[in-house]
């Protein structure tokens, strides 16, 4: 694999729900450990956007990591958390449409427009944004009282029983990434169990975020997630590649904790 400095446009766009007839079949439904890529041929697909292949059979995955967080459900939510970003969609497109009418109202009786409209644009602003993808972030994670959440993305993890489809958040002090929907595994006493599928790694836990694109097909691209005691992530699929990288680079570069400045990730040029 080779790591890029110029990255290239990544139009893949990540798939939600392994359940749903239109999802690839290659997506897992299956928890399994975070792995590199090649640890199963399902991953290159989410990466490409490749045909299907046949999913792995059930696997047991009961195993501790310092990252990875498991909340056993009694069965798989009606609702998963992509499905209430949907909803919030939904209403938001409904709040800007009446919005919008009462704008337009306003622009044309008010003796400054140009006032008028920054009012109302804040109002707008303000009212769609809360109860989005911030509350979303603090519902599904268990985060500081004064954390704020700065970017998020679609995309996949790649993980030793295939690709998992879920959302990738940044936050000030957090890389964190939740799956689409509930995965199985088979606990020690034998019973199918349902979980989410997290990861929650520090800002600080992070040594480097590397973009691969593979020599061979430049399609087939990831970002790694180097922590500082040697664990990684990979993820792929993203909507757009480089966007990702950007945010992902510059949160790293400008964290800081007391005093001490996390250096930056990127060295070559």
């Keep these: 694999m080779s790591t890029a400095n110029n990255n290239h446009q990544n139009d893949q766009s990540a798939a939600s729900s392994s359940s749903s007839p239109s999802v690839p079949k290659w997506e897992t439904h299956i928890m399994g450990k975070p792995a590199v890529p090649s640890s199963h041929p399902d991953n290159k697909k989410a990466a490409v956007e490749g045909a299907p292949s046949e999913e792995p059979g059930v696997q047991y995955y009961h195993q501790q990591h310092p990252y990875v967080q498991h909340s056993p459900l009694d069965k798989p939510p009606s609702t998963s958390p992509m499905e209430s970003i ?3 969609f939904d209403s ?3 709040k800007a449409e009446l919005a919008a009418n009462n ?3 306003n622009l ?3 003796p400054s427009v140009s ?3 920054l009012g109302k644009m804040n109002l707008t602003v303000k009212a769609i944004s809360e109860g989005g993808f911030e509350s979303l972030y603090k519902q599904t994670f268990t985060t500081y009282p004064n954390e704020k959440l700065k970017k ?3 995309c996949y993890l790649s993980t030793s029983t295939g690709p998992v489809a879920g959302t990738l958040y940044l936050s000030d002090v957090h890389v964190a990434f939740c799956s689409d929907r509930p995965l199985s595994f088979t606990a020690p006493s034998g019973q199918q169990t349902w979980s989410y599928y997290k990861v929650m790694v520090p800002l600080g836990k992070i040594g480097a975020a590397n973009p691969v ?3 061979e097909n430049p399609s087939e691209k990831y970002i790694q997630i180097v922590t500082v005691d040697g664990h990684d992530f990979w993820f792929m699929g993203f909507v757009n590649f480089d966007k990702a990288n950007k945010h992902l680079s510059e949160a790293l570069s400008n964290f800081t904790v007391p005093g001490i400045a996390v250096p930056p990730t990127s060295s070559s040029s």
């Design 152 to 154: 998020t993305f679609a």
């Design 86 to 88: 949907l909803n919030m």
């Design 108 to 110: 044309r009786t008010s």
């Design 115 to 117: 006032s008028a409209a």
């Design 92 to 94: 938001w497109s409904k």
């Design 213 to 215: 694109i593979m020599r």
């Design 103 to 105: 704008i337009w109202h």
